[in-house]
């Protein structure tokens, strides 16, 4: 690789870590430009030059934190052989991610409604969208021999992450009465209960 794309990665890298540490460290409110320039030691223009804007490197950062995500679940559940077994490496794999990685999943629950994700929901979407499609076509066969009903992928995906996405934002929140390891042996088989035919 090229000297030049080498500290051209290694900035975008600086500036993506920055990011990423002082939303957990001063929260959205805290989540300024000025803060990610002055802990990362990147200057502004810099910044605008590999992301193009504030926004785009916060959509930046989402992508990467979702891509890591969806990379694990994916891995999990593709070495799995059966249905039930698929769902339960989808969610215990979601909860992993969150107890391991909590700040990248606190950014990830916290850009839900933010402000720069639909200007770059083209290039989130080119992102998910191989990742998405080794899940439903790990689903497919077992869709074909009737052990999952046969339902859009969108509300499959809502069946599968949408409760745990729900008990991981409330426990990213703070919430005391969660605990990640009940949930991960308790969420696999009601969730399991909900999309098998």
Sequence with gaps: MPVKQRRGEETARRL???AL????????????????????GVSLGSLYHH?????GLAAAL?????????DGIVASLERSRTARGGVRAVVTAYLRFVEAEPRQARFIHASAYASYLPAHVDAIAAMKQPRLARMAHWLAPHVRDGA??????PLTE???IGPVAELSRRWLAGA???????AARVLPDRIWASVRK
């Design 16 to 18: 993506l870590d920055a």
């Design 62 to 70: 989402y992508s990467r934190c979702m891509a890591e995500l969806l």
């Design 158 to 160: 809502m069946l599968l």
């Design 21 to 40: 540490a002082v939303h957990e460290e001063a929260g959205p409110d805290g989540f300024t430009v000025q803060a990610v320039v002055s802990a990362s």
């Design 148 to 153: 999952i009903v046969d339902l859009p992928d």
């Design 51 to 55: 992301f193009g804007s504030f926004d």
């Design 176 to 182: 005391t009465d969660i605990d990640l390891g009940v």
